[in-house]
């Protein structure tokens, strides 16, 4: 009894207000963790993309995995920088994932995502079979 008293007391009485609880809340993630978690994200998305099996199934698809995977960007920057930095870069962030989704085409017989270059010429037919792609 006296012994655990001993032990316990000092850290319940020890400064009930300037607790440093960084690592509970808003502390910075395990990046393994995230890393990790970043991975199967881009696996399972690329996996369900793929999985598609007509061209417009495989469009809605990619177009969903964008969107999300933008949200996603959005949320690690907001959680990690200023709240007016991550407005200010806002616009640029919605034009890369509305580009993304643009200058995506599907080829029409396996189902190959070709990404076309905006500053290059447009693709018409798919580089890995040659079929026409959309
Ligand atoms: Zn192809």
Redesign the pocket.
Same mark, same amino acid.
């Given at each position: 009894m006296g012994n655990e008293s001993f032990f316990s007391a000092p850290q319940l009485k020890r400064d009930p207000l300037g607790g440093c609880d960084l690592t509970a809340y808003g502390g910075p993630l395990d990046p393994v963790l995230l890393f990790l978690a970043w991975g199967a994200f881009i696996g399972g998305g690329t996996l369900y993309v793929r999985r598609a099996q007509i061209v417009t199934e495989k469009r809605r698809r990619f177009r969903l995995y964008a969107h999300v995977s933008f949200g996603v960007f959005v949320l690690v920057l907001a959680l990690n920088l200023p709240a007016l930095f991550v407005l200010l870069l806002l616009p640029g962030l919605v034009a890369m994932d509305l580009l993304t989704i643009r200058s995506a085409r599907f #080829?029409d017989?396996?189902g190959?995502v070709v990404i076309e270059v905006p500053w290059r010429p447009p693709i018409l037919r798919?580089p890995? #079979?040659g079929?026409p792609v959309h």
């Open positions: #080829c017989r396996v190959h798919c890995e #079979c079929a």
